[in-house]
T-cell receptor
């Protein structure tokens, strides 16, 4: 079974700081990788996804992530965060081709941006 | 609006009761997945239905069940509720079978008192 590990449960940054949230996964086969964001009181929204091709993926709101296969990692980055980026961020994985079990999520990282 | 509709948004009920949560998938999506989000367990996959048939079960209690109807909407039934069942319940839809991504609904917040 696959598993996802997010390195930091809580991250506090000041506006304009650079962001990197770590994500490692464990699975014996090939996977699709996702980052979702959950703003307070709202549903999960897809930030970006990686299925194949260029390992550097660009998403919405200025976020990007890099898939490093040798490290089983899919870290999320943003060069300059804004107060509005305060939210919970989830890394997720599923088996290549989908798979009946849906997504396996990490525990999430609570990001707080201080003005 | 993500295109996935969940009702009700909030539900407060007493221990021992039974509730039904409803999810309408995004137009064209055949798969519906149910997840439970709690502070201690995070996001846990419960069950997956594809075009009316159960495809996979995750960490779903025997007191919980689900079904998907011919119009593709799905219902999650929670019975003999306990305080620990208080959580946010999300559904997500996808097609085909999650290989191209998932769209989540706004969730139902269940509070058991």
């Amino acid at each position: 079974a696959q598993s996802v590990s997010q390195h930091n449960h809580h991250v506090i940054l000041s506006e304009a700081a650079s962001l990197e949230l770590g994500c490692n996964y464990s699975y014996g086969g090939t996977v699709n990788l996702f980052w979702y964001v959950q703003y307070p009181g709202q549903h999960l929204q897809l930030l970006l996804k990686y299925f194949s091709g260029d390992p550097l993926v660009k998403g919405i709101k200025g976020f990007e992530a890099e898939f490093i296969k040798s490290k089983f990692s899919f870290n999320l980055r943003k060069p300059s965060v804004q107060w509005s980026d305060t939210a919970e961020y989830f890394c997720a994985v599923n088996k290549k081709g989908g798979g009946a079990d849906g997504l396996t999520f990490g525990k999430g990282t609570h990001l707080i941006i201080q003005p | 609006d993500s295109g996935v509709t969940q009702t009700p948004k909030h539900l407060i009920t007493a221990t021992g009761q039974r509730v039904t949560l409803r999810c309408s998938p995004r137009s064209g999506d055949l798969s519906v997945y149910w997840y439970q989000q709690s502070l201690d367990q995070g996001l846990q996959f419960l069950i997956h239905y594809y075009n009316g048939e159960e495809r996979a079960k995750g960490n779903i209690l025997e007191r919980f069940s689900a079904q998907q109807f011919p119009d593709l909407h799905s219902e999650l039934n929670l019975s003999s509720l306990e305080l620990g069942d208080s959580a946010l319940y999300f559904c997500a839809s996808s097609s085909p079978n999650g290989g191209y991504g998932y769209t989540f609904g706004s969730g139902t917040r269940l509070t058991v008192v």
